[in-house]
């Protein structure tokens, strides 16, 4: 080296001093251009592996990009690296001491199967409507007992009744007539006719639902009501009340429970025959509820009820003791078919049956879905009956899709499954997908409660940031926050890292817009803090206008910034240019973040490999101070042969060294060097001063200059500063 010759250190200083023009400077030179440009255009058509190490263009772009270049021509031993399973500690890329391997299988997805029918968050918010279904059922229910309670008291004309749609469709509830096939001038002949004339309207109709609704009501023949009366006596109002409240529940409400006890209550003391019991359906279904009673036939109902024999053969002679019907049927004079005890005792059992019931009820329709969702590869799967026609057990359980219908408030009974198979396999995100056209927002947000192709099959969840993407930052974020930490601290901190990763995998698969992002603090202090930056020395505003920039265009305010971190954050989330949750962005086997953190990986590397072209000191000291905050311990320097030669002339250490064994090393280097200040700038800039005046002083025959101001022990020093100008002028 000759007096004229540029140190290492200010060689090192001219680079590293404004980096973003030496990464563009390198970037714009014709080979790295045209393979950049090569591998940014041809990345996405990526799909496998093998067609990744196959197209040495791009396989030979990303090994240097991640500093595996020497391991270029180990394809079979790469393409194990990429396919592993990094989730897996003991998968192939996580069981290599050199860590890079992992680094680089992270930013890819040959080894992440994220396909899934739904997403645990997507499930989670399918039950919770679900769920939530049962109460929203009980409140619209007693909304309209309550509406109708008042209005009928109002109605004198059965056409003020019939012009009520509210009113009608209720009344029509209650006897489980459908209003879409009941004619409005049908149901007025119907509410008008005299029962007593057996050749009435209502009683020619050959329906007891025509005849009992006729007798719900007092119409006279012109459709009024006689002076004084009412369109509905009280009784009749609660009994309307009792059919409508057991035909529009479709579980066991409390509500239903009250209904059916009063029901019971009501009929069971003016009952003069067994026969008017097991005639009513509804009556047989309170008593099988309260006694468990399982027979498959009324009439075997009968004879448990009036045989004392056929109780016993049976095993119900409690349930006999529970009535007192006589042999044929009857009941003895001045007797009721249950006394107050019996009542009692049968209301007990019945209200203790129902509420098992209705836990069952949801619990197993709930356990149910989500042990077949997680089965579920395609729409067809999805919408396969989970009852087996030769085993019983199954045939009380809620299909899946009933479930998932109902969590969106959709009746099963409005929608076949072949109807229901294509809009499951629609685009929400199309404005001309099939579900669009329906102008319905019930299938839409069905849809988009799970992930199924335009084939069926399921498909990656379309989120905020991809699996692959999120468990990188998470790892990234632990990373952080456990570094150089040890016993309870690091305890304390993991568990507190753990927390903060649970919720942005949650929040990750809720967040659709840039703007939700960024005014979730606690999310937005997780993504920069996982990259190493201080969130508050970051604003809204600068995160608004990050989020906001164009990433193709270079001069966008995201691309200007001087750390390329900010860009690649802002390429890691699938936002449009509005800020909106989009396809667009998502890659195959490379999410656009991880694409453009590999090609500025290969600009520094490049960088830094041209810089060692001339001084080979530049380059280790650009990778030290790009490595140095990732240094640990004292091991993650003697992994790392760059790093540890590093230290070795930085602090005059003899090659001998490498004979001493791992833990001497180990204890050698942490004598000379506080991995603890390795965060500080100000400290990797000593060490690098130190290591590129040792090194000028080992690769030269005079003494660097750069040396004799490290030595220097006068009060006067000239400044890196002025070392960088005058090295400038030189150079002019």
Avoid at 346 to 362: G, H, L, M, P, R
Avoid at 501 to 519: F, P, R, V
């Amino acid at each position: 080296m000759t007096s004229t010759t540029l140190s290492t250190y200010t060689s090192y200083l001219i680079v590293n001093r404004d980096m973003k023009s030496s990464l563009d400077r390198v970037a714009n030179q014709g080979t790295v251009a045209r393979d950049t440009e090569y591998y940014e255009a041809n990345i996405d058509k990526v799909t496998t592996a093998d067609e990744f190490v196959d197209d040495y263009r791009l396989y030979s772009y990303a090994m240097k990009a991640y500093g595996l270049e020497e391991m270029t021509y180990g394809k079979a031993f790469m393409k194990k690296v990429l396919e592993s399973d990094l989730s897996d500690t003991a998968s192939f890329a996580n069981s290599l001491t050199d860590k890079r391997y992992a680094t680089m299988a992270a930013a890819f997805n040959f080894g992440t199967k994220t396909a899934e029918a739904q997403t645990s968050v997507q499930e989670d918010n399918l039950v919770k409507a679900y769920q939530d279904s049962f109460d929203q059922e009980e409140k619209d229910i007693q909304s309209e007992v309550d509406y109708y309670s008042k209005a009928i008291a109002n109605i004198t004309d059965v056409d003020d009744l019939l012009s009520n749609s509210r009113l009608k469709t209720y009344v029509l509830d209650s006897f489980g007539l459908d209003a879409k096939y009941t004619s409005t001038s049908y149901l007025k002949q119907v509410l008008t006719s005299d029962l007593e004339d057996p050749n009435s309207f209502a009683n020619q109709t050959g329906s007891d639902k025509f005849v009992a609704l006729a007798e719900a009501f007092n119409f006279q023949a012109d459709g009024t009501v006689t002076d004084g009366d009412s369109a509905q006596t009280s009784g009749q109002i609660e009994s309307l009340r009792l059919d409508y409240v057991y035909n529009k529940s479709t579980f066991p409400s409390d509500t239903l429970a009250a209904a059916n006890q009063t029901y019971w209550e009501t009929n069971i003391s003016s009952m003069t025959s067994v026969d008017e019991l097991v005639d009513d359906p509804r009556m047989v279904e309170y008593l099988t509820t309260a006694f468990s009673v399982k027979v498959q036939f009324t009439s075997t109902i009968r004879s448990l009820l009036t045989s004392d024999s056929a109780a016993a053969t049976l095993g119900y002679t409690g349930v006999k003791a529970m009535f007192n019907f006589q042999s044929d049927g009857s009941i003895a004079t001045g007797e009721t078919a249950q006394n107050q005890t019996q009542l009692a005792s049968t209301s007990t059992s019945y209200q203790t049956a129902f509420k098992a019931n209705q836990e069952d009820a949801v619990t197993n329709a709930v356990t149910n879905y989500q042990t077949r969702i997680s089965e579920v590869k395609s729409v067809d799967d999805f919408l396969s009956s989970n009852k087996d026609d030769d085993d019983d057990t199954n045939d009380d359980v809620t299909e899946i899709w009933d479930v998932a219908l109902r969590a969106y408030g959709i009746d099963p009974a409005d929608v076949s499954k072949s109807r229901l198979k294509d809009i499951l396999a629609s685009d929400p995100n199309d404005p001309k997908s099939y579900v669009n056209q329906l102008k319905d927002d019930r299938y839409v947000n069905l849809v988009k409660a799970f992930n199924f192709d335009a084939e069926g099959d399921i498909d990656t969840p379309l989120l905020v940031q991809s699996a692959s993407v999120i468990s990188n930052f998470a790892t990234d974020y632990k990373t952080e926050q456990l570094k150089l930490l040890k016993g309870s601290a690091r305890e304390k901190a993991e568990e507190a890292a753990d927390k903060e990763i649970d919720y942005y995998n949650t929040q990750m698969q809720t967040i659709t817009t840039a703007a939700e992002l960024i005014a979730d603090d606690r999310l937005v202090s997780f993504v920069l803090e996982s990259k190493g930056i201080d969130p508050k020395s970051v604003t809204k505003d600068e995160l608004k206008n990050m989020f906001s920039s164009d990433l193709d265009n270079p001069k966008s305010y995201v691309n200007s910034l001087a750390n390329g971190v900010f860009a690649e954050i802002v390429a890691s989330f699938n936002f449009d240019s509005e800020g909106n949750l989009s396809a667009q962005p998502v890659g195959t086997i490379q999410q656009r973040g991880d694409v453009l953190a590999t090609v500025n990986n290969y600009k520094q590397q490049t960088l830094e490999e041209q810089e060692g072209e001339s001084n080979e000191g530049v380059r280790l000291a650009l990778y030290f101070e790009r490595k140095a905050a990732d240094v640990t311990s004292a091991y993650t320097i003697l992994g790392d042969t760059a790093l540890f030669e590093f230290f070795k002339t930085t602090f005059s250490m003899s090659d001998y060294i490498s004979n001493m064994d791992t833990d001497q090393q180990a204890s050698m280097i942490e004598k000379y060097v506080d991995i603890s200040k390795l965060q500080d700038p100000d400290y990797v800039t000593k060490l690098i001063k130190q290591y590129t005046a040792l090194y000028d002083s080992e690769n030269s025959s005079t003494t660097s200059p750069a040396l004799t101001l490290l030595t220097t022990t006068g009060t006067t020093r000239i400044s890196s500063d002025t070392l960088l100008a005058v090295a400038q002028l030189s150079s002019k």
